[in-house]
């Protein structure tokens, strides 16, 4: 399994970025998605989900209103449109793949690498 993420880069407070993930090695349909973050010196928080139909299924209460998740499954691609970006969400965006329900939540089995994301204000 491959997840690959691009799209991040600097802008500025109040702009917009639309990052992607492309994935590869299983099924896509089969599996919902998801995108993280990660801060400098906080803990990695779960931005949004969605399910194999593509039917988001959770917005963290601070993005929501400005995140939009979709996902095209004859691209086999994740989306995460960000707009009026503030410079707290400033992080590394990642991409999941692969839940399942654990304690606390879900737990994603697949990963990318990450795409940075700097918001100046």
């Known amino acids: 399994v491959q997840l690959v993420e691009s799209g991040g880069g600097s802008v500025q407070a109040g702009g917009s970025l639309k990052l992607s993930c492309a994935a590869s090695?299983?099924?896509?349909?089969?599996?919902?998605m998801g995108w993280y973050r990660q801060a400098p010196g906080k803990e990695r928080e779960l931005v949004s989900g969605?399910?194999?139909?593509?039917?988001?299924?959770y917005a963290a209460s601070s993005m929501k209103g400005r995140f939009v998740i979709s996902r095209d499954n004859t691209k086999n691609t994740l989306f995460l449109q960000m707009n009026s970006l503030k410079s707290d969400d400033t992080a590394v965006y990642y991409c999941?793949?692969?839940?399942?329900?654990?304690?606390?939540?879900?737990?994603?089995?697949?990963w990318g690498q990450g795409t940075q994301v700097t918001v100046s204000s």
């Open positions: 090695g299983y099924i896509f349909t089969s599996c919902a």
């Open positions: 969605i399910s194999r139909d593509g039917t988001p299924d």
């Open positions: 999941a793949a692969c839940r399942k329900a654990g304690l606390g939540g879900y737990v994603y089995n697949y």
